[in-house]
């Protein structure tokens, strides 16, 4: 008897235990659906909200038809003599641009665009015009290959990304984060931490993009997840060229062209890697301090000056000697810097008169000298890191504006200390 009891209770308890966890079961799967619901589907009727395009199908090609009536162009006198005219490749290229933009277009002011041909070269045009090019790293001839392709397609796009409700108030700064396709963790810090949009203290706009291009063969295929990641939150930029570090200047010139496109008005831009730790209340009271000729004529940052390229071919950063030769311009270091967003159309119209070089900080030190622009060091921006005992303190970030580099974590922890209540600095 007593046995049976027992037997039944046990049977009671397992049956209930078992409805507890098909309820439970149930209850994820419907949290599931609610999660899912909140995705907003694949724009099909929906023309603009964002253009997003399955990376593998490429269609869209539209906007890259329009050319620009662009604003008179100056290449300044420094810039000119800060290159010496030798035998190196990129001087060569450099002065035979300067050469072509003297004799026709600084009369015309029309986009360029259509002037240059992308027709990858072949080795042996480069090998007659680089006598060691057999000594120069492999994917170097990638580079050399590609410097005359400026025009990728745009794969997904935010043509919406800098429209306001009301159409009439400026962005004041949109964030431009350089990324790979398969940094998911750090945007998504980003997004949560110093890259989130909306509106800060006194009305100003923010906005933020990241800058892709695409993996390369080798790495698994990650284009569903970019464009799905692409869908909820709006904004990646993705081009069609391999994401590697040489192509860096080739993301930066067709940047310059999507913010002609979509972004025009915007006060200042903010360009960076997605590893950095930027001070956005930081930025923003430092930006609104600037006197009306510095905002509109501004590139700060932490300014390298008298740097020259490194000839070890065993770095990252190695040049070899017959592709370039001279110092480098004052550049500030690709971390992060601030720009002024007039100063786009110049940017745009310039780059196509500087050959592609290997290092985009480089060649943003570049652009802004042809346009005469000087490069003004801000002590806030901390590219080389601080010193490690103050790395976790939200009290020394507070009058920084930037730092590389923190990880996702990291970034996460310092966001939430220097926005807790509780501090006392
Ligand atoms: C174009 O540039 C050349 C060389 O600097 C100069 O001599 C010429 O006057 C310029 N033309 C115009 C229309 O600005
Ligand atoms: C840059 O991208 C183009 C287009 O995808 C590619 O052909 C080229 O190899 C890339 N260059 C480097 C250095 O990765």
Same mark, same amino acid.
């Given at each position: 008897?007593?046995?049976?009891?027992?037997?039944?209770?046990?049977?009671?308890? @397992?049956?209930?235990?078992?409805?507890?966890?098909?309820?439970?079961?149930?209850?994820?799967?419907?949290?599931?659906?609610?999660?899912?619901?909140?995705?907003?589907?694949?724009? @099909?009727?929906?023309?603009?909200?964002?253009?997003?395009?399955?990376?593998?199908?490429?269609?869209?090609?539209?906007?890259?038809?329009?050319?620009?009536?662009?604003?008179?162009?100056?290449?300044?006198?420094?810039?000119?003599?800060?290159?010496?005219?030798?035998?190196?490749?990129?001087?060569?290229?450099?002065?035979?641009?300067?050469?072509?933009?003297?004799?026709?277009?600084?009369?015309?002011?029309?986009?360029?665009?259509?002037?240059?041909?992308?027709?990858?070269?072949?080795?042996?045009?480069?090998?007659?015009?680089?006598?060691?090019?057999?000594?120069?790293?492999?994917?170097?001839?990638?580079?050399?290959?590609?410097?005359?392709?400026?025009?990728?397609?745009?794969?997904?796009?935010?043509?919406?990304?800098?429209?306001?409700?009301?159409?009439?108030?400026?962005?004041?700064?949109?964030?431009?984060?350089?990324?790979?396709?398969?940094?998911?963790?750090?945007?998504?810090?980003?997004?949560?931490?110093?890259?989130?949009?909306?509106?800060?203290?006194?009305?100003?706009?923010?906005?933020?993009?990241?800058?892709?291009?695409?993996?390369?063969?080798?790495?698994?295929?990650?284009?569903?997840?970019?464009?799905?990641?692409?869908?909820?939150?709006?904004?990646?930029?993705?081009?069609?060229?391999?994401?590697?570090?040489?192509?860096?200047?080739?993301?930066?010139?067709?940047?310059?062209?999507?913010?002609?496109?979509?972004?025009?008005?915007?006060?200042?831009?903010?360009?960076?890697?997605?590893?950095?730790?930027?001070?956005?209340?930081?930025?923003?009271?430092?930006?609104?301090?600037?006197?009306?000729?510095?905002?509109?004529?501004?590139?700060?940052?932490?300014?390298?000056?008298?740097?020259?390229?490194?000839?070890?071919?065993?770095?990252?950063?190695?040049?070899?000697?017959?592709?370039?030769?001279?110092?480098?311009?004052?550049?500030?270091?690709?971390?992060?810097?601030?720009?002024?967003?007039?100063?786009?159309?110049?940017?745009?119209?310039?780059?196509?008169?500087?050959?592609?070089?290997?290092?985009?900080?480089?060649?943003?030190?570049?652009?802004?000298?042809?346009?005469?622009?000087?490069?003004?060091?801000?002590?806030?921006?901390?590219?080389?890191?601080?010193?490690?005992?103050?790395?976790?303190?939200?009290?020394?970030?507070?009058?920084?504006?930037?730092?590389?580099?923190?990880?996702?974590?990291?970034?996460?922890?310092?966001?939430?200390?220097?926005?807790?209540?509780?501090?006392?600095?």
């Amino acid at each position: 008897m007593k046995r049976k009891y027992m037997k039944l209770l046990i049977v009671a308890l @397992a049956s209930s235990f078992c409805v507890v966890i098909i309820f439970s079961k149930l209850k994820v799967v419907e949290h599931n659906q609610k999660d899912l619901a909140k995705i907003p589907s694949v724009p @099909a009727s929906t023309p603009k909200k964002p253009t997003t395009v399955v990376i593998s199908t490429v269609k869209k090609k539209s906007k890259s038809a329009m050319l620009y009536e662009l604003p008179p162009l100056t290449i300044s006198e420094t810039f000119r003599k800060g290159f010496p005219k030798n035998g190196a490749f990129w001087n060569r290229k450099l002065h035979s641009l300067l050469r072509q933009f003297d004799s026709i277009d600084n009369q015309t002011h029309k986009d360029p665009r259509d002037k240059f041909h992308c027709q990858p070269e072949s080795f042996e045009l480069l090998q007659t015009n680089i006598q060691d090019i057999q000594s120069y790293p492999p994917l170097y001839g990638d580079f050399l290959r590609g410097m005359e392709c400026r025009d990728p397609a745009l794969l997904i796009d935010q043509p919406d990304k800098c429209a306001s409700e009301s159409g009439q108030d400026q962005m004041f700064l949109l964030f431009a984060v350089k990324s790979i396709p398969k940094h998911f963790e750090r945007r998504q810090a980003v997004r949560e931490t110093w890259g989130s949009e909306g509106l800060y203290e006194n009305g100003l706009q923010v906005r933020t993009v990241f800058l892709l291009g695409r993996s390369s063969a080798d790495d698994p295929n990650l284009d569903k997840l970019v464009s799905f990641e692409a869908q909820q939150f709006q904004d990646l930029l993705v081009w069609d060229f391999h994401d590697s570090f040489y192509n860096l200047t080739l993301k930066e010139h067709v940047f310059f062209k999507w913010m002609l496109d979509n972004c025009p008005r915007v006060s200042f831009v903010f360009k960076g890697d997605d590893d950095v730790f930027a001070n956005t209340q930081a930025i923003l009271n430092h930006l609104q301090s600037l006197e009306p000729e510095q905002a509109t004529a501004l590139y700060t940052g932490q300014i390298i000056s008298d740097a020259s390229p490194l000839r070890d071919p065993k770095i990252k950063y190695y040049v070899p000697q017959s592709f370039y030769e001279g110092p480098y311009p004052p550049y500030a270091g690709g971390g992060g810097f601030l720009f002024s967003g007039n100063l786009l159309p110049s940017l745009y119209h310039v780059s196509f008169y500087i050959p592609f070089f290997p290092i985009d900080d480089v060649y943003n030190g570049m652009c802004f000298k042809a346009l005469g622009i000087t490069a003004t060091k801000h002590d806030g921006f901390k590219t080389f890191d601080i010193r490690e005992q103050d790395r976790e303190n939200p009290c020394v970030h507070k009058n920084l504006l930037l730092v590389h580099q923190r990880d996702p974590q990291q970034t996460m922890r310092l966001w939430r200390n220097m926005h807790s209540a509780m501090l006392t600095c």
